[in-house]
């Protein structure tokens, strides 16, 4: 069964840094490209950032510079380095899977954690 699992999200002061973590359980982390997607209230959830497989990261512009992406293939796990944070960066962090089957894509979400960034 497929399960991922994030933590480390919290309440900060704008300027502080968050390191996020995801725990993929399953024999899916190889074929997957991994994500981190955020949700603010009231808002559509937007990509933080993403990397694939071989490890090539890419970044929503608003977080260009401050967030570093990362994946620890042999523990399965996925990271996400938050430097700077701003207020704006509030919302739940979610991690997702983007799983290459044989025959179709497959995205696996977490739960989501809570960022809280206050001025």
């Known amino acids: 069964q497929v399960q991922l699992v994030e933590s480390g999200g919290g309440s900060v002061q704008a300027g502080d840094s968050l390191r996020l973590s995801c725990a993929v359980s399953?024999?899916?982390?190889?074929?997957?490209?991994m994500g981190w997607w955020r949700q603010a209230s009231g808002k559509q959830r937007e990509l933080v950032a993403r990397?694939?497989?071989?490890?090539?990261?890419n970044y929503g512009d608003s977080v260009k510079g401050r967030f570093t992406v990362s994946r620890d293939n042999p523990n399965h796990t996925v990271y996400l380095q938050m430097n700077n944070l701003k207020p704006e960066d509030t919302a739940v962090y979610y991690c997702?899977?983007?799983?290459?089957?044989?025959?179709?894509?497959?995205?696996?979400w977490g739960q989501g954690t809570q960022v809280t960034v206050s001025s």
């Open positions: 997702n899977a983007n799983y290459l089957g044989r025959w179709r894509t497959t995205d696996y």
């Open positions: 399953g024999d899916i982390f190889s074929r997957s490209a």
């Open positions: 990397i694939t497989t071989s490890g090539s990261p």
